[in-house]
């Protein structure tokens, strides 16, 4: 035991200073030297998953499980690898391992997990409906930037990094793994004069009516690093702006027709007008 603690201790010096590869063969060694320690599979097992190389990194925690059936960090983590796979017999297994009710089936997972922020690659965060411990859908119309789309499904970590208030409660932020399935939904931009809050309200009304989403982007706040990976500070949530007519405004549809016809309904029902696009 005394060996392997050593390697794995090489090991995770050798990982934090990002010589991977030298620190895998420690992992490997230190797991040899002591064949009923879980820690170096799972250690692997997490070096694989940060490189997103899905199917070791199951196979490493699958083998850290053996040796501690109990092992969380490594249940889990088997979960995500398992996910990524679309392996929904041994995600399913992991989960419930994890003490999650998940239901009998061969496909994926449908669960109804909550609403919950999901920082992207690009780091904007988006809110999704979470189907699975680690999948979530994007309901947000995410700035074209990100490279995110309306609908598109998203793999993500477990650890919780941050935190963000809805509906009156603080939930957890988590970080974005892959995307495992893109939307046929794009982000059309636009600008328009309203009377007030209500006729936003109304076009996001409407556009979810007609299956697509709508979101003003004008309340998209950018935050500082501090706040973004913790709970927004005081300053952040006490940043009152006047009230503006003029709005950016966004709607995730799959064609312009779709679009068009919600903002002609729209028009219609509140009076509001749409300016043209700024240069």
């Not at 979810?208 to 973004?228: F, P």
Request: contains cysteine; negative net charge; proline residues 5%.
């Amino acid at each position: 035991m005394e060996r392997a603690e050593r390697l794995n201790a090489v090991a995770m010096d050798l990982d934090e200073k990002g010589w991977f590869r030298e620190a895998e063969l420690k992992y490997l060694e230190a797991a040899e030297a002591d064949p009923c320690w879980a820690a170096p599979l799972f250690n692997l097992g997490l070096l694989a998953k940060r490189e997103r190389r899905w199917k070791e990194s199951l196979e490493f925690n699958l083998r850290a499980i053996e040796r501690e059936e109990r092992h969380e960090g490594a249940l889990w983590n088997a979960g995500i690898a398992a996910t990524a796979l679309s392996d929904w017999v041994n995600a399913r297994k992991a989960w419930r391992a994890c003490g999650v009710q998940v239901p009998d089936g061969v496909g994926p997972i449908d669960l109804d997990l909550g609403v919950v922020p999901i920082r992207t690659a690009g780091q904007e965060v988006v809110w999704c409906r979470r189907v699975d411990p680690a999948r979530a859908v994007i309901l947000s119309v995410p700035f074209a930037e990100s490279e995110r789309r309306f609908q598109d499904v998203l793999l993500h970590d477990g650890a919780p990094n941050g935190s963000r208030w809805y509906g009156g409660k603080e939930v957890p932020v988590f970080d974005e793994l892959e995307v495992l399935q893109e939307s046929s939904f794009v982000a059309y931009s636009i600008r328009a004069k309203v009377r007030g809050p209500a006729d936003v309200q109304a076009l996001a009304e409407l556009a979810g009516e007609a299956g697509l989403a709508a979101e003003d982007w004008t309340t998209v706040k950018v935050l500082c690093k501090a706040c973004s990976e913790g709970l927004p500070h005081k300053h952040h949530l006490e940043e009152a702006t006047p009230w503006k007519s003029e709005r950016h405004l966004a709607i995730a549809a799959r064609e312009d027709a779709e679009v068009d016809a919600v903002l002609d309904r729209w028009i219609a029902q509140t009076g509001a007008e749409t300016l043209a696009p700024e240069d």
